[in-house]
């Protein structure tokens, strides 16, 4: 199985402050060499961590609306705050 993992620092170098991206698909192992596939999105900055993770009830169509839906609100949340603070 290919595995997906990327990790992104959301500040510059020089800041002190953290903040990260993690996003993660692939196998894992779990206790006693089980072996699972697990999908995720990791947001985490200096006040907390949210994690927006594949359940098992979920299919992969909608983990993936979830991520589009994420990404289009951020968008416009960004788009909003530039036209008020050029």
Known sequence: MDKYVKR???NPDDC???GS??????????YKGRKDVSTFLEIADCGG??????????NMSEFINKLRLLA???????????????
Do not use: C, M, N, Q
């Open 72 to 86: 289009s609100t951020a968008t416009e949340f960004s788009d909003y705050l530039e036209k008020i603070y050029p």
């Open 21 to 30: 991206v993690v996003a993660f698909h692939g196998e894992t192992e779990r």
């Open 16 to 18: 002190e402050a953290t």
């Open 49 to 58: 961590k949210i994690s927006l993770h594949k359940g098992h009830s979920d």
């Open 8 to 10: 992104v620092w959301l």
